[in-house]
């Protein structure tokens, strides 16, 4: 098997400068919402970065309305989201932790348990789990 080392290179760099103008852009960003909660960072960057997809592609559903995507699955939405969670963190602060639903935990140990789950399938259960549910 053969690589086009210089091309391989050249994107590896490409992708270096992006990385470090996009970390010094959320940096700013930062800066700029300290102290805004993660729904109102949501409120102010998702139209931003909507409007900046619609001129980029007119053709493609990436409209942001009413606090919701048009296309729940679009490039915008998926890039405003990676930029939300550079300015803000991807895990919940400690101060919004919820409380677990005992009964429901219950519930959901009883089916591993008497699935027989290994660590792996539970892994992969969680994970289909997450994707089936939105929470927006």
Known sequence: MSFNLFEIKKQVVIAIKAGDTLHDACTTLQTLLKGADRKTVHGIVC????????????????????GKWVDSDCAAKKKANRIIGAIVGTTPSQSTKAAVNKKALAAMVDAVVSNGLTAREMNAVITALRAAISFE
């Open 47 to 66: 139209p931003m970065v909507s409007a900046y997809y619609t001129q980029k592609t007119p053709a493609k559903e990436s409209g942001f309305v009413d």
